[in-house]
């Protein structure tokens, strides 16, 4: 058993793990992937002091930085079941996918998230060659370009209005018959000079030239046509969904949308298990803002352990 374990290993699990470790607690950190959705991103530009890295190369320091301490690192281990402990200060189990199961005194759970995709022809083939997902991360990269955003909800909205002081033209593309985004947003965005709003329509595909994205063709609901539209960057706004399938049923509170419920402090409700990162209620999903929660939530679990000895 450990003191404190974490479960999952992008920038937030290994931010906790080398936060706990070096208090001097015996550590665990398992993850299904580790590295996380940092795996999947090319250049990074607002890592805070590193002016440019690219994905696969964080997450190979992230790696690197937790073997420099006494951690018990775990990979390809996927958590299915979290039984909290039945006293204040006793052990919490976590299940994983190969039947295996950890013990330890403090969680943090730091699972992550995912976007939802379109699951239309061309989104997974151009990925990170003109479809994006994050417009704090990437709309730089079309300064001065012709757009896309897919959805209209609160976070298409803001991306629009983000990107249009930034990129040629957007064109917001929502599939129900209006915007379901703040009033507020939604009448900004209507002011802006470049951007094109079209609702009832349906995104049916990608198109690109074999290394990039050239276009979109969506169907406009009410007349069933299907029209081109000429870009090079597609941003999908249809939701950030957190990682947190795993979880239901434990007693641990999710919020309606299944992010792991935090406070400032990283606690969740159930003493001794923190989380942070993509995976919970804090506002903004970033990289730096990961790390820095992940620190949190194991200050937190430090915290807990040296008020609760084990009963
Ligand atoms: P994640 O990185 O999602 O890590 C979650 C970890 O948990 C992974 O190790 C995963 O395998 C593991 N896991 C999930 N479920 C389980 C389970 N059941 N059991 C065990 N392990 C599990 N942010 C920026 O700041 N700048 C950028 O330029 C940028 N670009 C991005 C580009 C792309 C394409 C994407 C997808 C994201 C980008 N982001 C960027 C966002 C950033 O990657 C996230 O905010 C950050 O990785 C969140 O860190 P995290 O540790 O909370 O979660």
Redesign the pocket.
Known sequence: PFEALV???????AAAAIYTARKGFSTGI?????????Q??M?????ISVPYTE?PKLAGALASHVAEYEIDAMNL????KLIPAKELGGYHEVVFDNGASLKARSLVL??????RQLGVPGEAEY??KGV???P???GPLFKGKRVAVIGGGNSGVEAAIDLANIVGSVTLIEFDTKLRADQVLVDKLASMPNVTILTNAMTTEVTGDGAKVNGIKYKDRATDVEHLIELEGIFVQIGLVP?TE?LKGSGLELSPRGEIVINEKCATNIPGVFA????TTVPY??????MGE?AKAALSAFDFLIRNEAP
């Open positions: 479960v999952g290993g992008g920038p937030a699990g398992a993850a299904e992937r580790m590295g996380g959705q940092v999947d991103t250049g990074i530009e607002n890592f994905g281990l996927r958590a299915e730091t699972t992550g998230a995912r976007w990925q990170t994006a997902y994050c704090h991360c990437d990682n795993w942070a990162g993509d995976a999903k970033q990289i730096i803002i990961a992940g």
